[in-house]
């Protein structure tokens, strides 16, 4: 069957309406308050590949093919995953070494190594193949397969673990008292990246679907989302959503300036039958390091990524936080009180070489300043230590610093 375009375009109503089933009980990963960083609710835990062959579907709007996302209830799944993530960051090399010694054997300073505030951000670069498993939203395990070792991220009822068998080390924290959650999610199936990426369905967006597709066996529509605006890295997302069940199975976000995809994240194999209640059991193995974590006090620097805006980011997570602009050209400022970012000569070594791999110097009405930049995300930091950052151009940042003074 050739592949079809439709011209219908998604509104904020949908988007709304999708904000609102998110409420519902779905099959979630969730991972505790240590999973850190804006980045990380970008890029998410899940992945996969497309199978060659476009499925027979019926015609279908993207208005309809929204309405079937936001109807999804999957409750039960579980199946193997891959993803692939590819920011654009220059090779460490040297740095690697250079800072080993000062985090310690494990690399990730102090603290146990299946803290998953260390080991899931592995998940920012290069391909990674997961485990993944559901039972309503009480029950989730994620497991990221190593070379002859394993690393476990397990959710069942009250209790969180992540355990790092190459180490033997367990990680243990609770949920929220108040709902029976862990105190942190964040977006971790294709599912809820869909749904983050819908939210911005508004005029400055086109929603379309092109096509069919088989992603792990399955038929699927293929949902288009691009930016109209011209200011945004990203050049268009699209996610692969099984015709049944309404599920997104994969989600590809390409950038604006081309070439292979930021994150390339969906399922390779998936089934929906109800996981063995043994497959979210778990006790620390004799020997293992137990490190438990204070379930009442939430780091200060977290927050529940799963749900809000940009906007609602600023009133609870970073204090001082403003957002310029909207949609997908929407740029976060805060100011840090300190002074900027040091050129790589005046660090030297590895270190300073890869701060000038990094960052591009930038003049203006602000003074001066270095650009940090990646395939997706790119921040202006000043010297007087005031922070732009967004999905959009350098352009984009040096206008924003520049309307600020």
């Not at 011209?7 to 999708?18: K, Q």
């Not at 390339?264 to 293992?288: H, L, M, R, Y």
């Amino acid at each position: 069957m050739a592949p079809y375009e439709t011209d219908d375009s998604a509104t904020a109503a949908e988007a709304d309406e999708l904000r609102a089933a998110r409420r519902r009980k779905t099959a979630r990963y969730v991972v505790p308050a240590t999973v850190v960083g804006i980045a990380a609710a970008t890029i998410g835990l899940v992945p996969a590949l497309a199978d060659s062959g476009d499925p027979d579907l019926p015609k279908i709007s993207a208005q309809e093919l929204i309405e079937k996302i936001a109807a999804s209830d999957v409750q039960q799944l579980s199946g193997t995953v891959k993803i692939t993530t590819d920011l654009g960051l220059p090779d460490l090399g040297g740095l690697e070494s250079s800072l080993g010694s000062a985090a310690g054997p494990s690399g990730s300073g102090e603290g146990s190594s299946a803290d998953p505030s260390s080991k899931l951000t592995e998940l920012a670069s290069g391909t990674h193949t997961l485990r993944v498993a559901a039972d309503g939203e009480d029950k989730q395990k994620v497991s990221l397969l190593e070379d002859a070792a394993e690393y476990s991220l397990i959710h069942n009822g009250k209790d969180v673990w992540g355990y790092d068998s190459k180490s033997n080390s367990v990680f243990h924290t609770t949920a929220s008292e108040s709902d029976g959650k862990p105190k942190e999610e964040l977006p971790a199936t294709p599912k809820d990246l869909a749904e983050d990426a819908l939210k911005a369905a508004d005029d400055t967006t086109s929603v379309t679907v092109d096509g069919t597709a088989q992603v792990a066996g399955r038929d699927a529509y293929r949902l288009v989302i691009k930016p109209k605006d011209a200011g945004s890295t990203v050049g268009q997302i699209t996610v692969a959503v099984d015709s049944k069940t309404g599920l997104p199975l994969k989600f590809t976000l390409t950038p604006a300036s081309g070439g292979a995809a930021v994150v390339d994240a969906g399922f390779t194999q998936v089934s929906f039958a109800k996981p063995a209640a043994s497959t979210f059991d778990f006790t620390p193995p004799k020997g293992a390091k137990v490190e438990e974590e204070d379930a009442t006090k939430a780091p200060e620097h977290t927050r529940d990524f799963g749900k809000g805006s940009a906007d609602e980011l600023g009133k609870d997570g970073l204090d001082g936080l403003n957002v310029i602009g909207d949609g997908w050209d929407s740029i976060a400022t805060f100011d840090t009180g300190g002074q900027g970012v040091p050129s790589g000569s005046e660090v030297g070594g590895d270190v300073g070489g890869f701060l000038d791999s990094l960052g591009d110097k930038v003049s203006g009405k602000f003074g001066e300043g270095t650009v940090f930049k990646t395939r997706l995300i790119n921040a202006l930091i000043t010297d007087d230590g005031k922070v732009y950052v967004g999905a959009v151009t350098k352009d984009a940042l040096v206008k924003a610093a520049n309307a600020g003074k």
